[in-house]
T-cell receptor, first 114, second 113 residues
Framework: GENVEQHPSTLSVQEGDSAVIKCTYSDSASNYFPWYKQELGKRPQLIIDIRSNVGEKKDQRIAVTLNKTAKHFSLHITETQPEDSAVYFCAASITSTGANNLFFGTGTRLTVIP | SQTIHQWPATLVQPVGSPLSLECTVEGTSNPNLYWYRQAAGRGLQLLFYSVGIGQISSEVPQNLSASRPQDRQFILSSKKLLLSDSGFYLC????????????FGSGTRLTVV
């Protein structure tokens, strides 16, 4: 099955700085790459996603890039704010008819220091 | 709009006792349904998924089982809990025929004592 690796496991940045989280995947057939944010004790929530036919996607301060050749994708958060502090998970899946299981990375705990 | 309900929110159970966690989805038909487990400080591990009533697939061998008695109902069960079953259990759904747009339930924090 798919294997997703995520780095770093923890990340601390000063408020206003940028944060970058990187993931790699193993199955070249994977074509959907979402990112989830999980606050302490709460459910993961989708913050942005990208499909394999797109190289980059941006939504305000959040952007995701995808390099299909290298099989890696990254989350970029600019102008970080204290409320960005959370655990972030990347994931990969093959979307097709039937079940489409998301395989998650191990998470990155982001701390934004005021 | 679609909503997903999961209960109970917290549960403390003794070793060897049974388990039943329930998840229901509203506002959609024939969703893909999933059970994930998250150990403390760890990532999300897929346990079971279902593409239709009575259709259950398991990703990892364990003493847990899942059932889908109705289109929008997904149940996670165990006959005898182990200490290692402690964790945060999350139900999720996605539109039929596609895995994008996963939405998670609010989770059940299970502590086996």
């Amino acid at each position: 099955g798919e294997n997703v690796e995520q780095h770093p496991s923890t990340l601390s940045v000063q408020e206003g700085d940028s944060a970058v989280i990187k993931c790699t995947y193993s199955d070249s057939a994977s074509n959907y790459f979402p990112w989830y944010k999980q606050e302490l004790g709460k459910r993961p929530q989708l913050i942005i996603d990208i499909r394999s036919n797109v190289g980059e996607k941006k939504d305000q301060r959040i952007a995701v890039t995808l390099n299909k050749t290298a099989k890696h994708f990254s989350l970029h958060i600019t102008e970080t704010q204290p409320e960005d502090s959370a655990v972030y998970f990347c994931a990969a899946s093959i979307t097709s008819t039937g079940a489409n299981n998301l395989f998650f990375g191990t998470g990155t705990r982001l701390t934004v220091i005021p | 709009s679609q909503t997903i309900h999961q209960w109970p929110a917290t549960l403390v159970q003794p070793v060897g006792s049974p388990l039943s966690l329930e998840c229901t989805v509203e506002g959609t038909s024939n969703p893909n349904l999933y059970w994930y487990r998250q150990a403390a400080g760890r990532g999300l591990q897929l346990l079971f998924y279902s593409v239709g009533i009575g259709q259950i697939s398991s990703e990892v061998p364990q003493n847990l089982s899942a059932s889908r008695p109705q289109d929008r109902q997904f149940i996670l069960s165990s006959k005898k809990l182990l200490l290692s079953d402690s964790g945060f259990y999350l139900c999720a759904w996605s539109p039929p025929g596609t895995g994008d747009g996963y939405t998670f339930g609010s989770g059940t924090r299970l502590t086996v004592v």
